[in-house]
């Protein structure tokens, strides 16, 4: 069974930045896009960031040069760094995992950005 937890959201002031980090058990992480959604109050879920199992990424334009997606197969973890965080950034953060078209999600961790 996959499980996804979430980890490092918080409080930041704009400008700031946090680190997320998703652990994944029970996943094929050798074959499965990880990524990173979020949603925000009012808001559909969108995708903020993914990467391959080759390592390859991609990431919504509107954080791309801010945000860094990562991941360490040995570990099974995925990591967010986010810097400059904007207001905009406001949304629960969801790690996600696509095993060949079948997703699996994560409760979710709050970032909230605010003065």
């Known amino acids: 069974q996959v499980q996804l937890v979430e980890s490092g959201g918080g409080l930041v002031q704009p400008g700031g930045s946090l680190r997320l980090s998703c652990a994944a058990s029970g996943s094929i992480f050798s074959i499965s896009t990880m990524g990173w959604y979020r949603q925000a109050p009012g808001k559909q879920r969108e995708p903020v960031a993914v990467i391959t199992n080759r390592g390859m990424t991609n990431y919504v334009d509107s954080v791309r040069g801010r945000f860094t997606i990562s991941r360490d197969s040995a570990k099974k973890m995925v990591y967010l760094q986010m810097n400059n965080l904007k207001s905009d950034d406001t949304a629960v953060y969801y790690c996600?995992?696509?095993?060949?078209?079948?997703?699996?999600w994560g409760q979710g961790t709050q970032v909230t950005v605010s003065s």
């Open positions: 996600n995992e696509n095993r060949l078209g079948t997703y699996y």
